[in-house]
Structure formats: C-alpha cells, structure tokens
C-alpha cells in the first residue's frame, strides 16, 4: 500500500511539473501569419480548388497550435503583395483602423504542391447503379509539399522545407465516381489522399513552429505618455501580465537601389517596458527604463 501511495505521488508531481513546463512554452506572444493560396505544380487537376484548399488546411493547422495569430486573408500570394500593402493605406496606420483596412503579418508561409497522386488497385466484383458502387478495393495515395517561411518585412527567405504524406486504405467501399471528393473539405478529408494531405499539413506546420521559435516575437506602441504605453496586441495575441519587452526606434528604411526591395531598417534600443494591463486587443505595459517612446516604437522579446 505505501508503494501504491510514493507512486500517486511522484505521479501528480509529475503531472504538476508537466503542467508548468507546458505553461511556460505557451507562455509567448503570437506571431502574426499569413498563408498563401498554393500553387499546384503536381499536375493533378480536378473540380476540387487544390491551391485553395491546402491553404485551408494550413491556416486551420496552424492555429490549432494555439501559437499563432492567422489572418483570414484568401488573396495574398506573394510577399511583395504583403510588403505592398504597408505602403499602399490598406494596411492600418491611423489612430483608429478604417473599416476595410487589414492587419499587418509579421510571417507569411507560401506553398507548392509538387505531388498529390492516388493509386487504386485490386478492386473486387462489385455492383454498379447510375455512378454509385459497392465493392472492394485496395487505395494508395501521396503527396507532397514546397513550403518556404517569410519575413514579410525584409522579403528574407526564413527556411524553406519539403514535407510528404502517405496514406493506405482497402476493404469494403461504397463510393460515388463523379463526386470529386464531395466538393468539400470535409468530404475529401474522409479519403486516403485526405489523409496523406493531412499528413503532409501537420509535419510542415510542427517544422514551422519549431523554426519561429528562434524568430523573435514584434508589435508596436500606439500610444505612449512619460510613465506607460499601449501595445497593439492583448490577450487574443498571447500577452500576458508580466512580460517584458525591449523598445527601439526604428530608422529609415533600407532599399534595395537594385531591386526596390525593403532590406529593413536600422533600429536603435531605447528602453524596456512591463505589461500590467492586458485587454482583450492590446496591453499596457509601465516603463521600466528608458524614455521619450512614442507611437510607432517597436516592441521585441529578447
């Protein structure tokens, strides 16, 4: 009986300390990210929008983490649109957005479907009815992803990654041979090339993660006075009571004479601030050191 009593109990200081390590992992603000549509280089055609839907995937995937803020942004698909849209007014500026105005993502994740094939085989006797048919079958499906993580600010290329799924189904099947994957992704999910797809998503979104690890979260001050400042993010982007983070002044932006890309800007560290207010949409945080911060300062983890 005592040993049953030692194990509960390093068993629940077991649980206890899991608990708080995974806490402390969580404990980090959200990167913002955008996906775009990908590009369908595998030569699969069909009624079903590839492009489309593996971004779809993607962006569910990626907050399913619970690590990222994912804008809902179905048009970008390039980072020069993302870096454009800074520049042109769409992307918020003011005291207030504007209805219509669009966040800015800190990283945007572009993709390509380079193979996305389902084999079947070995299908048995089976009745066939206008389309529909009963029988058995034997089905192998695989595919496989480009995917390449940007820093929307410089254009910089963080890692590019190639990712793969595999799938294997056999047995009794009752299937519809015009359905094109039911025209939904809930539907298309429930196949082999489903689940190969899914796969693929899964492993490049656990590399995607493991790579922003080392890319320091960044927002913004927008307001400040001599003794705190307001952050642009809150509690729906990861802040919490307690955080630190470092100010900088930003200076003019460096571009490129040659390609008229933004290669960034020098930055200058100018004070620390601490979070002692979080809402639901942004902060505020007391000045720690430093001073004279004003509306547009950076604000970095270390």
């Not at 990167?31 to 055609?45: D, L, Q, R, Y």
């Not at 219509?100 to 380079?114: D, E």
């Amino acid at each position: 009986m005592r040993k049953l009593v030692v194990v509960s109990v390093v068993g629940c200081l077991l649980a206890l300390g899991l608990g708080i390590f995974t806490a402390e992992i969580f404990a980090a603000p959200k990167k913002t990210i955008a996906v775009s549509e990908f590009e369908n280089k595998s030569g699969w055609s069909g009624g079903w929008k590839i492009g489309w839907r593996m971004q779809e995937m993607m962006a569910t995937s990626l907050i399913d983490t619970g690590r990222f803020t994912v804008l809902e942004r179905q048009d970008l698909s390039s980072v020069m649109a993302e870096q454009d849209l800074g520049a042109s007014g769409r992307a918020a500026s003011g005291s207030a957005a504007a209805v219509g105005q669009l966040a800015r993502a800190q990283i945007l994740i572009s993709g390509a479907v380079t193979e996305f094939e389902e084999k079947k085989g070995g299908e048995g006797a089976g009745i066939g009815f206008k389309g529909f048919r009963i029988g058995g079958s034997h089905e192998q499906a695989h595919v496989a992803i480009n995917v390449r993580i940007y820093d929307t600010t410089t254009g910089e290329v963080l890692d590019s990654l190639r990712v793969a799924g595999s799938a294997d189904a056999g047995g009794l099947k009752i299937g519809y041979s015009n359905s094109d994957f039911g025209g939904d992704l809930g539907g298309f999910r429930k196949t082999p090339l489903g689940e190969a797809t899914q796969e693929a998503i899964d492993e490049a979104v656990q590399k995607i993660a493991s790579r922003l690890k080392n890319v320091p979260w960044q927002g913004k001050i927008i307001k400040a006075s001599p003794s705190q400042v307001y952050i642009n993010s809150g509690s729906e982007g990861g802040i919490s009571d307690g955080m630190e983070f470092d100010v900088y002044r930003q200076g003019e932006a460096l571009i490129d004479p040659d390609t008229g890309l933004n290669l960034g800007a020098e930055t200058e560290k100018i004070g620390r601030v601490k979070v002692n207010d979080v809402k639901e949409k942004f902060a505020i945080a007391e000045v720690v050191s430093g001073s004279d911060m004003e509306r547009g300062d950076l604000v970095k983890t270390d």
